[in-house]
């Protein structure tokens, strides 16, 4: 764990910042809908992952099994860091994309299907979009932190199962790099 910690610091860092970029783009009031993606910590950590594992295998003669556990890790960290970052904007009370409703899945069939039987004819994808988004902010406010942290519970073993395999797939495709990195 030590040593897959050493190679992951750079993933690390740029993790936390991430996350700052996140809890700020969340807490100005920037809408869910048009930016999450932005600083998107799941998106980054399987791509970091991939990376990560194609190049412990090339160059520091990682086996399947120590990429898979590499991605693990990373993916645990990420995990860890949406689970505080969602306890701490619960705490304080504070509206971030780590507690808004659509980032832990709040919103149900029932009410989905209700605002499209009630869209008027030739409403745009956008307006849907926003009257989605606002419902959803109305729905928000029926969830409790027990209720969140159920939610984000489960990314902390599917999250790293998903990390692991990308890094699977990392090192798979790592047979492809050049042997020595000052060939590439």
């Known amino acids: 764990m030590k040593t897959h910690l050493r190679v992951a610091r750079p993933f690390l860092v740029v993790l936390l910042l991430f996350a700052i970029g996140r809890l700020l783009q969340g807490s100005q009031g920037v809408p869910y809908e048009k930016v999450h993606h932005v600083f998107s910590l799941v998106t980054l950590t ?44 619960f705490l304080i009370g504070a509206h971030t994309y780590f507690n808004h409703p659509i980032a832990l899945n709040t919103q149900q069939l029932d009410w989905l299907v209700t605002l499209l039987d009630q869209a008027p004819a030739g409403q745009t994808i956008a307006d849907f979009r926003s009257l989605v988004a606002t419902t959803a902010a109305e729905k928000a406010g029926e969830l409790s932190l027990g209720d969140a942290l159920v939610r984000r519970g489960g990314g902390l073993f599917f999250g790293s199962l998903a990390a692991a395999i990308s890094a699977g797939i990392g090192w798979a495709l790592g047979a492809l790099l050049p042997a020595d990195p000052k060939q590439a």
Not at 65 to 82: E, H, N
């Open 46 to 89: 399987l791509i970091a992952a991939a990376f990560h594992g194609a190049f412990a295998r090339r160059w520091l003669g990682y086996g399947a099994v120590q990429a898979l556990s590499l991605g693990a890790v990373m993916g645990f960290a990420t995990q860890v860091v949406i689970f505080v970052c969602t306890v701490g904007s």
